[in-house]
């Protein structure tokens, strides 16, 4: 066991983790020239087109140090954006250790801290890498001043490396090898194992990615999962390599899979023990906190049909991602879906992308909320995230809305473009300081309404990609909160109805009303858009009605009976107005949900 090393790359996005990662499967001979491709652990689709790690990967590495000793580590690779941090406290339950890593020109940022404390609640040994030491504009020595005096971690261990021409990788490894400590645990006593990843396969069933922390565990053994006490035999066991690698056993501090035919996707959750049924042990792992979502959306299948395909795909992808929270949902316009909880805009991307992608089905989603409190008349208090469970407005005493703590670091000269920004998004408590010179860190309250829509993307194009943000959530606070409906031709289209705060009411009714009016094509009959507030319309556009020539027979002659003719037409639009029925397609549902900048 002496010769094992758990550890994990955490560090800002772009920062260079899959990178580095890259290199050390290089350096110890993992992969050849001919089969290596950049960001080899990222293995879905997804990750490579946007360039970013959405899944924790793991791999053992094989490596041999400059002292002679062989030694066995198991890495993993962790995202770096906010909306995945849940990713990286599950990942680092598997570790003794971790590598912080920071850019040599961007120096900390906003994520560079969130997940250091991450490592230190899990009472990591942390190992502070410089990376990107290529760059032009690189200043290590400024950077380990940085590491020193605003993280406190020990000067000493700092290492400097350019993942990307594998200039000091080696110094790296050897630094893990010496500074983070082998796993702790006895092979001897009854096993108990830590679940902290799985995914289903079509063939296998369910494949738990485990860290082993006391006993062993073999083919053919029995299990136990201690949350639901269902028992299955062990098909097989092994280690993450590039692909899956069996192994006669798995021991106390290693990392690796096990395969049981787990059919039944619901019997497996993720932070659940593992133990043998025969010989057990005597109490569960600690596991890991529940994680609470805080954007809220409905996803629809665009075909009914797809219904059940939808629930199924969804049991499956909770599975992988446990940070997604689902349960049924019903609308009018729509029909059944789900109303799901996820950590935020871009993890709903990302669902929405692999349920189409993975497993083909095409979806609606309705507008992102959050969880709101309603506390009514009688005393009672009422948890809102969707908007067609809005209370009576006469029974409400008050309302209130989720608050988030923002922590921006960016370059000083963004300072009056920033406060701007968080000013319009409602933004209290706002105060600064300097970390460094040049460089500047803005913390304020907003609501977590204001910036689950576009505030990242404000933020990145205000600050020239320089700006980098953080939040987290402190309290509700009282707040002035209006149900706004859309109305298409005086029928309110439930799926984009949205809670909104009263001053922003009319602005964002304006916006759907004009997404919608480039979206709906024209119909024979015109249109009315409007978005209302109770029976007070706040915003309203018209679609033009297509007209069709009746009087083009008509020449010369006379002008009466070209009037009858409009008169007649006229008529058949009013009476089609009241019949008709407006077609809005699916494009038009999202397109309520992207930014004027967008």
Avoid: W
């Amino acid at each position: 066991m002496d010769n094992i090393r758990n550890f994990s790359i955490i560090a800002h996005i772009d920062h260079g983790k899959s990178t580095l990662a890259d290199r050390f499967i290089q350096h110890c001979g993992m992969v050849t020239a001919r089969e290596f491709k950049d960001q080899i652990l990222d293995s879905m689709d997804i990750e490579r087109e946007r360039g970013i790690t959405i899944k924790s990967q793991t791999i053992c590495l094989p490596y041999k140090a400059k002292d002679g000793k062989e030694y066995l580590l198991n890495l993993v690779d962790t995202p770096g954006h906010v909306d995945f941090s849940y990713e990286v406290s599950r990942a680092l339950a598997s570790c003794e250790g971790a590598l912080l890593l920071i850019d040599a020109a961007q120096g900390v940022q906003a994520q560079t801290l969130a997940n250091l404390y991450l490592a230190m609640e899990n009472e990591l040994e942390i190992v502070p890498v410089i990376n990107k030491i290529d760059l032009p504009a690189a200043d290590p020595d400024a950077i380990a001043i940085q590491i020193d005096e605003d993280l406190g971690l020990d000067i000493e261990r700092i290492q400097r490396c350019s993942a990307k021409t594998g200039v000091g990788v080696e110094d790296v490894l050897e630094a893990v090898v010496k500074f983070l400590p082998p796993p702790t645990g006895d092979p001897d006593k009854p096993l108990q194992a830590l679940i902290f990843d799985a995914q289903y396969d079509q063939y296998r069933g369910t494949v738990i990615s485990t860290r082993v922390f006391e006993g062993r565990v073999k083919a053919g053994d029995t299990i136990r999962l201690l949350y639901n006490n269902a028992t299955y035999k062990v098909e097989e066991v092994g280690l993450f390599h590039l692909t899956r690698q069996a192994r006669k056993e798995l021991a106390a501090g290693q990392v690796g899979y096990i395969v049981a035919g787990i059919k039944t996707v619901s019997d497996t959750h993720i932070g659940d023990t593992i133990t043998l049924e025969n010989n057990p042990c005597s109490a569960p792992l600690a596991g890991f906190q529940e994680i609470k979502p805080v954007v809220f959306s409905s996803l629809y299948p665009i075909s009914t049909d797809d219904y059940e395909d939808l629930a199924v795909a969804m049991e499956k992808l909770t599975l992988n991602d446990a940070a997604l929270t689902f349960q049924k949902d019903s609308s009018t316009a729509l029909g059944f879906g789900f109303r799901c909880g996820f950590l935020g805009l871009l993890h709903l991307e990302v669902v929405q992308e692999r349920l189409e992608r993975e497993y083909d089905i095409p979806l609606i989603l309705t507008v992102p909320s959050v969880l709101y409190r309603f506390h009514l008349q009688d005393g009672r208090m009422l948890e809102v995230d969707n908007p067609a469970h809005f209370p009576d407005p006469g029974a409400i005493a008050k309302t209130e809305e989720p608050y988030v703590k923002v922590s921006i670091l960016m370059p000083e000269r963004y300072m009056g473009a920033i406060m701007t920004l968080c000013m319009e998004r409602r933004g209290v408590n706002t105060h600064h300081h300097y970390p460094m010179p040049g460089r500047i860190e803005l913390t304020c309250e907003v609501p977590l309404a204001e910036i689950i829509y576009d505030f990242y993307d404000r933020l990145k194009s205000l600050t020239q990609g320089y700006g980098s943000f953080d939040y987290e959530m402190i309290e509700y606070r009282e707040s002035d909160l209006v149900k706004l409906d859309i109305l298409v031709n005086g029928e309110k289209v439930d799926a984009l109805s949205q809670l909104v705060h009263r001053q922003k009411a009319r602005e964002r009714g304006l916006h759907a009303c004009e997404q919608l009016k480039a979206e709906i094509p024209r119909h024979m009959f015109k249109i009315a858009i409007q978005a209302a507030i109770g029976g007070a319309i706040v915003a309203r556009t018209d679609v033009s009605a297509m007209r069709k020539d009746v009087i083009a027979k008509c020449y010369g002659g006379d002008i009466s009976r070209k009037r009858k003719l409009l008169e007649k037409q006229k008529a058949g639009k009013k009476r089609m107005k009241t019949v008709g029925n407006v077609d809005i397609p699916q494009k038009a549902f999202l397109a309520v949900l992207k930014s004027d900048q967008g």
